[in-house]
């Protein structure tokens, strides 16, 4: 019986586990033209500061990424600016500046290849990876 409690308690805490690894990995999206964090993208960036202050060894990999529309150049400056305003979010909410990196794809990695709004809203995103320090996330 106590076998089975253990591995119970050890399933449940790999489930725990990706569960956290799938709040923090969950994407945030943007307005057209904008980097603005939006009210629900801003609650979804609360919970990943949860997240990060309760496994102060993780570190995360901010990409910024647009749709089609605009210059490669300009893309990879709006991808950048969306990329940084997230890290700022959580930077202000006290997460070390040292545990997030940031990086831009532009318009290079779509999510939909479509050429429609529906298409162009899903690209218009934050990708969040862990870096380093995900083996064993815990909940806040």
């Given amino acids: 019986m106590a076998r089975q409690r253990t591995a119970d308690s050890l399933a449940a805490l790999g489930r725990s586990g990706e569960a956290v690894r799938a709040l923090l990995g969950a994407m945030i999206h943007f ?11 801003a609650q979804e960036l609360d919970q990943k500061a949860g997240i990060l202050r309760a496994n102060p060894t ?26 940084t305003t997230a890290k700022q ?16 794809y532009g318009k290079e990695r779509p999510m939909d290849s479509g050429h429609g709004e529906d298409a162009w ?20």
């Avoid at 210059?71 to 990879?76: A, Q, R």
């Avoid at 070390?96 to 940031?102: K, L, S, Y």
């Avoid at 690209?123 to 806040?140: K, T, Y």
Wanted: charged share 35%; aromatic share 6%.
């Fill in 58 to 83: 993780a570190t995360i990999r901010i990409s910024g990424h647009c749709d089609e529309r605009g210059s490669d150049e300009y893309n990879l400056a709006l991808g950048n600016r969306r990329a």
């Fill in 89 to 104: 979010y959580l930077v202000s909410h006290g997460i070390d500046a040292g545990r997030i990196e940031t990086t831009s």
């Fill in 121 to 140: 809203s899903k690209n218009r995103r934050d990708e969040f990876d862990i870096v380093s320090g995900g083996d064993a996330l815990r909940l806040p």
């Fill in 31 to 41: 307005d057209f033209d904008k980097s603005t964090i939006r009210s629900g993208d």
